[in-house]
């Protein structure tokens, strides 16, 4: 069975640094693409990044250059590196498996990791 | 950029009805757009992929349709279980972007 589970999520002060864990199971996450999708409280979803199976990684406005999507083929493991955060990163984080043939859908998602950004 | 614009913000309809919900496109997205369905405190869940796939193990009650700008979901005949926030997405192009989501409600 295909399964997402996400771990790294925490209260951290503004300014701080957080890496979030996706580990996949019943897949293969370096032969996949994979995103980072957020959800602030109250609010709508938000996507956050993709890696592509060939390592080149995309990244929203609003977090480029402070987030880094990378993967672990060993540990079969997403992760998101998130640094200088702000107070409007709180969010709860999804990961996600996207399919390329279905147009990049996301099709496999995890229960989400809280991040809470906050003096 | 592309803005993804759905409508109506929310609705509520009783069970048996027909209900569409509109998402629009800033600029042409071919069929780059899917559809999820969010309940609360859960992931989402994708619904259609290439603007009218059912994804598998989906209800054939749920259908989508459109290319270019202007897609819908259609639920045909809505169902207690069909309660939630619904959301386009374009993966057309970088940043992908998700439309500000459809809260349907049960009657």
């Known amino acids: 069975e295909v399964h997402l589970v996400e771990s790294g999520g925490g209260l951290i002060q503004p300014g701080g640094s957080l890496r979030l864990s996706c580990a996949a199971s019943?897949?293969?996450?370096?032969?996949?693409?994979m995103s980072w999708v957020r959800q602030a409280p109250g609010k709508g979803l938000e996507w956050v990044a993709v890696i592509y199976s060939g390592g080149t990684a995309y990244y929203a406005d609003s977090v480029k250059g402070r987030f880094t999507i990378s993967r672990d083929s060993s540990k079969n493991t997403l992760f998101l590196q998130m640094n200088s955060l702000r107070a409007e990163d709180t969010a709860v984080y999804y990961c996600?498996?996207?399919?390329?043939?279905?147009?990049?859908?996301?099709?496999?998602w995890g229960q989400g990791t809280t991040v809470t950004v906050s003096s | 950029d592309i803005q993804m614009t759905q409508s109506p913000s929310s609705l509520s309809a009783s069970v048996g009805d027909r209900v569409t919900i509109s998402c629009r496109a800033s600029?042409?997205?071919?069929?780059?757009l899917s559809w999820y369905q969010q309940k609360p405190g859960k992931a989402p869940k994708l619904l259609i992929y290439a603007a009218s796939s059912l994804q598998s193990g989906v209800p054939s009650g749920f259908s989508g349709s459109g290319s270019g700008t202007d897609f819908t979901l259609t639920i045909s005949s809505l169902q207690p279980e069909d309660f939630g926030t619904y959301y386009c997405q374009q993966t057309y192009s970088t940043p992908w972007t998700f439309g500000q989501g459809t809260k349907v409600e049960v009657k």
């Open positions: 996600a498996r996207v399919d390329y043939d279905y147009y990049y859908a996301m099709d496999v």
């Open positions: 019943g897949f293969t996450v370096s032969s996949n693409y």
């Open positions: 600029q042409g997205i071919s069929t780059y």
